[in-house]
């Protein structure tokens, strides 16, 4: 069974490791990830990144005060709940307790890295083990044989020095409250004519997905510049975290791409493509499909990968008749290109 370990910042780095080499010594069945120590030199993590939640059977984030708010664990944390639903999705906390928790970490069911918070982790672990589990007398014996090993381990993630205040790093403080400041200014841009708003700050989470959906696209098209580009990931965001299980994921291929088409407008490229990469598990209709071949296409000649980029662009040649359409709205993705022989035979 696949167990995937998040991680964010030294301690829970520290923390992840232990318990990655700690798992597989209780249930041997298990098969922990985590990307310190799993990914091979030279591999595209990206790439690697997202095939592995895919595969995930359950996971584990390991949270300290100081990364309890970082945008990438919540991000993993998100498409992971995705995946492999909520129930199967446990925050394992060190120096912090369960109350401390804020939403959207808080809709998962947390236990702190004790010995009785720890063996809760593994019996959840083992019930959700395909086929035969352990006996619960076999569990316990080998749990209680290992703890002594992770308790080590769990004290000296403890002592690790915690960074000053427990903050996130400035420059996420520094993206919330750009998003914070420019989403009233944007609304009244996009809403030209209608009646103002109040004085009073709007709940960011009030409304259905498809009015944060639409509230997406309006500041995505209405190309304001950075302000414009961060608030539309925010609606995306939150369109996605309020999506209806039972609608048809094609629609959710299409939130993970927007959102993937604005990271990629503001040259945040790891993370377009994580959510891109991530589109193309539910993408099934046509439209869907063009647009993440054409994003992809886009990341992969920003990155420098030529080959890469002109295949994507070949594939959807194939699949659009009028993808010369798609190449010139976006040229300045593909400057890296425009020496290309083969490109420019392409575009014509």
């Known amino acids: 069974m696949q167990v995937f370990i998040s991680w964010s910042g030294d301690r829970s780095r520290s923390l992840s490791v232990g318990l990655h080499d700690w798992l ?9 990830w985590m990307s310190d120590r799993d990914i091979e030199v030279g591999q595209r993590w990206t790439t690697e990144l997202a095939a592995k939640i895919k595969q995930a059977n359950f996971a584990i984030l390991c949270l300290t005060p100081e990364n309890a708010k970082a945008p990438w664990l919540h991000f993993e944390a998100g498409a992971l709940a995705e995946v492999i639903g909520s129930a199967r999705v446990v925050p394992l906390l060190l120096d912090m307790e369960k109350s401390a928790l804020a939403f959207p970490l808080a809709q998962f069911q947390a236990v ?13 672990i083992n019930r959700s083990l395909p ?56 609304e009244n841009q996009i809403s030209a004519g209608s009646q103002a708003e109040s004085s009073s700050p709007a709940d960011p989470f009030r409304g259905s997905w498809e009015e ?29 975290s309020c999506f209806p299980t039972y609608l048809h994921k094609n629609t959710l291929a299409r939130l993970y791409t927007y959102r993937g088409a604005m990271f990629k407008r503001l040259g945040r490229l790891d993370e377009a493509r994580s959510d891109l990469v991530l589109a193309t598990k539910w993408a099934q ?40 359409k798609w190449i010139r709205s976006g040229i300045r993705y593909f400057e890296s290109l425009q020496s290309n022989p083969e490109f420019k035979a392409l575009i014509g």
């Open 212 to 240: 944060h959906y639409v509230r997406g696209v309006n500041r995505a098209n209405s190309r304001g510049g950075t302000g414009s580009d961060l608030a539309a990931i925010n609606s995306f965001s939150v369109a996605i």
């Open 112 to 124: 702190e890295a004790d010995h009785e918070g720890v063996f809760q982790l593994v019996r959840s």
């Open 285 to 324: 209709q046509e439209r869907e499909i063009n647009d993440l071949t054409y994003n992809l296409a886009c990341i992969a000649a920003m990155s420098g990968e030529h080959s890469e980029a002109m295949k994507l662009l070949s594939t959807l040649k194939s699949r659009d008749k009028d993808y010369k």
């Open 131 to 186: 086929g035969t589990q352990l006996g619960a007398d076999v569990l316990s014996n080998a749990f209680n044989m290992g703890w002594p090993s992770l308790a080590r381990t769990i004290d000296r993630c403890k002592a690790l020095n915690v960074p000053n205040g427990a903050q996130p790093p400035p420059s996420d403080r520094s993206l919330l409250e750009e998003v914070l400041k420019s989403v009233r200014g944007i």
């Open 24 to 32: 597989q010594m209780i249930i041997q069945r298990v098969e922990p």
